[in-house]
C-alpha cells in the first residue's frame, strides 16, 4: 500500500524519512571573548581573510556602534568583519 491509512503506518513512515538537509551546528554560548571569536573566524575562513588581534581591535574602534559589550557574537559580527576587512584590503593597495 503506497499511502499509510493507519496513524501508526504514517509516524513511521514520517519517523524514518531521511532528512534532506543537515542542520549546522549552533555554537551553544555566542558571546565569546575576542580570542575565542579570532580563532573561530581563522578556523573557518581561507588564508586571504585571515586576522589578528590587531585587526579585531582596530575593526571595534571603527565599528564601535555595533558592539554594546565586550561579547563577539560569530553570528552577529562576523560579516560586518569580513566585509570591512576585504574593504581596508581594497583601500590599502
Known amino acids: 500500500m503506497l499511502f499509510a491509512t493507519h496513524r501508526y503506518d504514517e509516524l513511521f513512515f514520517f519517523k524514518n524519512m531521511i532528512p534532506r538537509f543537515k542542520k549546522a551546528l549552533k555554537i551553544a554560548d555566542p558571546r565569546l571573548k575576542k580570542e575565542q571569536f ?19 581591535s582596530r575593526f571595534k574602534e571603527e565599528k564601535a556602534l555595533l558592539f554594546q559589550d565586550d561579547n563577539w557574537s560569530i553570528d552577529k559580527f562576523r560579516r560586518p ?13
Open 38 to 56: 579570532l580563532e573561530e573566524h581563522n578556523r573557518l575562513s581561507p588564508e586571504s581573510l585571515r586576522a589578528t588581534l590587531f585587526l579585531l
Open 81 to 93: 568583519f569580513i566585509l570591512w576587512l576585504t574593504a581596508t584590503a581594497l583601500n590599502n593597495r
